[in-house]
């Protein structure tokens, strides 16, 4: 009787032995096949995400189908501490032990904001609130000038606050930078004042091969004690880069007592107009070399420059006359 019970235990747990092997062949093959998503995927993780919300969340999005087997697939790695959370890309077909390799490694998806030249930090602020992917609200708005515009890359659930400080620290740095290395006897007495002529020239023209004789005329106009006479620093004045004027300048709008009127302060303005890029700054900072004291439209999009006032007239009534011919 013994030696019986003996030989069916012994059956029992060889054929127990046989369907964990089974089983533990079946999981594998499941936990290592491809996946069901046909195409690339990204997924959005939350922090302390626990491994029964991760299974659902990827089934939910196609990544896997069978969130028993992911589950215990992570248990047996001994690694379920060690998933993290965030944004993840998934590409096709991929299997769940892929995906598990992707959550331990931590690199989550690069996202990219680009801040254009010349928007005021009104705008910039407003391009951050509506830059999907970060999080938390701005409560005060940085001083004009004080950005960087460039493309700035973060992960999704960073706070707009801090993707605001990098962009100020840009500024800062790229600033003390250019200066330092700055081009000798310049009438800029301060890297302020280097940056205030810059948001100048940003708003100016957006041609870049412009801006450092758009800065060369800026430049011999200060050394003269002439007025700039910039249409841009007007529009400021009238709506203090909170919005867009949203129409063509007036006399009336030249004739305004702003403190950024240059049509009517002999000197720069009080503070920048814009938060000029990096070209920009190097331009004011490394300006063209020139006795030009004017500037106007050309009607190309560009700029014709001059030495003399009667010169100058000469390209205004250019100037007029491209711009009537386009308006019949």
Known sequence: MARRLVKLFVLFSTLG???????LGWGYAQFTRPGPNSFDHAVVLAKGSSLLDIAE??????????????RLGVRLGGGARDLKAGEFHFPARISMRGAVKILRLGETVVRR?????????AEIVALLRQTDGLRGDIIKTPREGTLLPETYHFSHGD????????????MRQTLAKLWSARQQGLPLASPDAALILASIVEKETSLEVERPRIAGVFINRLRRGMRLQSDPTVVYGLTQGRKALGRALR????????????????????????????????????????????FVADGTGGHAFAATFAQHRRNVQRWRRAKASKSR
Do not use: C
């Open 17 to 23: 032995l046989i369907a964990t092997g089974i089983a």
């Open 113 to 121: 904001v680009t801040v254009p030249e010349g928007l005021s930090s």
């Open 159 to 170: 706070e707009r606050a801090v993707l605001l400080a990098r962009m100020a620290k840009a």
């Open 57 to 70: 969340r990827l089934a939910g999005a196609g990544i896997i189908d069978q969130p028993l087997v992911f």
């Open 251 to 294: 006399r009336a709008d030249l004739d305004q007592n702003t403190a950024y009127n240059t049509y009517r302060i002999p000197a720069l303005p009080p503070g920048p107009i814009a938060n000029p890029g990096l070209a920009t700054l190097h331009a004011v900072l490394h300006p063209t070399a020139s006795k030009e004291l004017y």
